[in-house]
């Protein structure tokens, strides 16, 4: 799950716990939109731990060059 995504997890949480105000049986949408927003939170916690290993979108390109001695005959 990218920072993208997690973004927009904590959108539709928001949106359910604050802002909507309908009731479904068998389903507290605050509930959910509490739940929503702590796994958008995770997932953007988890998203910068392992920014570094991964590197992002460029990733990481390295290079190895071995020098030897060349013997003159």
């Known amino acids: 799950m990218g920072i993208g995504t997690s973004i927009f997890l904590i959108a539709v949480g928001a949106i359910l716990a604050f802002a909507v105000n309908a009731t479904v049986q068998g389903l ?30 460029a990733g990481r390109r390295s290079t190895t060059v071995i020098e030897r001695d060349r013997e003159i005959v």
Request: no cysteine; glycine share 20%.
């Open 28 to 57: 507290d949408l605050v509930v959910v939109g509490w739940i929503l927003m702590g796994v958008g939170a995770l997932g953007i916690l988890i998203s910068i731990a392992f920014w570094d290993s991964w590197g992002g979108f």
